[in-house]
């Protein structure tokens, strides 16, 4: 008795096709599962948005959390995190918004300011009382500022106590 052979084609589209089965079986099952662990970021503890919030650009998590909802507007508000700001790469515009709505109410948690273009740093020069009030600033860098301007904003510099990079 003869038996018709299978083609060695069909024989590894069979068992590939065995395969493909487990393989959407596994992943309905993990799927399932998955779905059932679901947390959404609004979801998570206070303390685990705040440790995820330190890893971030705090420009960015602003403009990302500020007016999404009461709870992460106030979170910004009332977060004692030290912010980093880096003004280098900004337009005149988002300086100047960036100004009003983080830098003059957050001076007192301003770890680090790094300030490149002229705009952003003749505002500075101009609002001597806002580095005074720097009073956790670490590091301050300013590229391209004229020697005299730097006399004028070293007076203030030194009446900061934690600065120790320039």
Do not use: W
């Not at 096709?17 to 992943?27: A, G, S």
């Amino acid at each position: 008795m003869e038996y018709p052979k299978r083609s060695q084609s069909s024989y590894f589209n069979d068992c590939n096709d065995i395969k493909r089965k487990r393989l959407n079986m596994i992943t309905t099952d993990s799927n399932n599962s998955l779905t059932k662990s679901i947390i959404h970021f609004e979801d998570l503890s206070n303390e685990i948005i705040y440790e995820i919030f330190g890893f971030l650009d705090f420009r960015h998590t602003y403009d990302a959390f500020s007016n999404l909802n009461k709870r992460f507007q106030n979170f910004l508000t009332n977060l004692t995190l030290p912010i980093n700001i880096d003004m280098s790469s900004m337009s005149k515009s988002d300086f100047q918004k960036y100004y009003k709505q983080i830098i003059i109410p957050n001076t007192h948690r301003i770890k680090s300011i790094h300030l490149s273009n002229p705009f952003s740093i003749d505002v500075f020069l101009t609002h001597n009382c806002i580095i005074s009030k720097l009073i956790r600033l670490k590091t301050l860098i300013l590229y391209d500022i004229q020697s005299i301007d730097f006399q004028n904003l070293f007076i203030y510099l030194i009446s900061l106590p934690y600065l120790s990079s320039l």
